[in-house]
Structures are given as C-alpha cells and as structure tokens.
C-alpha cells in the first residue's frame, strides 16, 4: 500500500487495456487520485464492470483498428476537450512459441496488438496532450524486450523491443510541447495472463531468478504509472524504467 497521496484532480487520464489487471488497478487509483479516467478495452463487458465499480467512463475499442482509435479519441476529445495522460497499457500474447512454431497469423496478431495498438493511440493522442500543461505518455513494455532470459513470444519480445524504440521517437519529437514519454518495463508479474500461459513448475523456477524472492503484484507496476504521470516526474523522458525485482540489472 503506498503512503503517497497523488492528486490528479483536473486531469484527463486514458488508460487502454482496462478490463483487468494493471489497467484495471490503475483505472481505480487514478480515479481515487481524482482524475477523470476513460477505460479503453475491447472486451466490454470486463470494461463496463471496472468502469462502473469506479465511477469511471469505459469505451469499448480495439486498439488496432484505426478508425475505432479516432472514434474513441474523438469523442474523449468532445467530451473533455484535452487529454493529460495516455498510458498505453494494452498487450500481452497466448502462446509461448519457438520462432519456427509462430505462424505470420499469430505474429501479425500480437505486433499488431503490442505495437501497432501504441502506435494509433499515441499518434491520435498527440493534438489532446498539446492542450495539457504536462502531457504524459506511458506505455507497458517488457522485460522480454530488453533480454532474452526466459520462455517468451517471438512476436511479443520484438513489439516489446519496438515499444522502447517508439517511446524514445515520442519523447524527442514531443519535448519542445513540454510531452514526456516514458516505458515501464515489467517482469514476472503475477497476472491473470501469466497464470494462464505459464504452469506451476514453470512460475516456481521463474521466482527462483528473482533477487525480492517474489512475483510482481500489479500495484508495484501502477504506482510507477503514477509517479511518471505526476509533475514530480517533469524532467523524465525517453528513459525505460525496468520494474523486476532485480532480475535483470542494467
């Protein structure tokens, strides 16, 4: 439980992946934080449910589809008039494949979910942060796109890798119009995902690799999504921010 008492009171936070997990907690504590919070996702009926626990605004919306993104930001655009942070939380993949098991279908689908999806949001994103006095992109990416170390998805760890790339883009093109634009980049975190894709023996020799001794909660991951939408994190832009428990040291 952290001690520190953000105040987003006035701001507009948008938050894609939001039915669960990280989006979901974070959809919650910036809304506790007084933020005005839209839940971006495309399964709408997780999505509604958070949204309505939370007093919060859900738009069902697949990221990867371009005419949906300027739908849903036009709208946020209507309705709020600017935007102050975008925190691209959306991704993740369903199989863990060797690069000669993945099929182009199943490297198309997870590019276009982990990479493709930042790309669209961000870039319709840009106008509406021109408007905030301290936009902010945050965007999830991974330990898998840093290094190899473990059992992945070829696809997931090049989107991951992509992410960093594309952060690093934003965070130069953006600095003149006050934008920051940073990654934070987990791993092992324990995920309704992760459960589903990695078994018992496998989560057990992973925790093994941890230096903390323990998984990942989402809460570890969403108050750094805090601290990098606050003003105390003005002067931070185009960096990674590697959240593991020691598991990979830079």
């Excluded at 209507?78 to 935007?83: F, P, Q, V, Y």
């Excluded at 991974?142 to 992410?163: D, E, F």
Aim: with cysteine.
């Amino acid at each position: 439980m952290s001690n520190i008492n953000w105040n987003f009171s006035g701001k507009v936070v948008v938050i894609t992946g939001s039915a669960i997990g990280m989006g979901a907690d974070a959809v919650a504590r910036f809304r506790q934080a007084g933020a005005t919070v839209y839940g971006i996702d495309i399964d709408e009926v997780r999505g509604s449910k958070v949204a309505l626990d939370t007093d919060t605004t859900f738009i069902a919306c697949d990221i990867t589809n371009r005419t949906a993104v300027e739908t849903t930001f036009d709208r946020i655009a209507a309705e709020s008039g600017k935007l102050d942070v975008l925190i691209n939380n959306a991704g993740g993949f369903w199989e863990q494949l060797t690069v000669e098991e993945t099929s182009e279908g199943e490297w198309d689908k997870v590019i276009d979910l982990n990479l493709k999806g930042v790309f669209l949001c961000a870039q319709r994103a840009i106008p509406l942060l021109r408007l905030s006095s301290s936009g902010r992109i945050i965007t999830i990416g991974s330990l898998a796109g840093q290094t190899t170390m473990y059992r992945s998805s070829p696809p997931y760890a090049a989107a991951k890798a992509g992410v960093m790339a594309l952060s690093r883009n934003l965070a130069y093109e953006l600095a003149a119009d006050g934008i920051t634009s940073n990654v934070i980049a987990p791993s092992a975190v324990l995920t309704d995902r992760i459960l589903k894709v990695r078994g018992p023996e496998e989560r057990a020799a992973t925790q093994k690799t941890i230096p903390l001794g323990r998984y990942g909660e989402v809460e570890d991951i969403v108050h750094w999504m805090m601290f990098l939408a606050s003003d105390e994190s003005a002067y931070m832009t185009g960096q990674t921010i590697t959240v593991n428990g020691g598991r990979f040291m830079i």
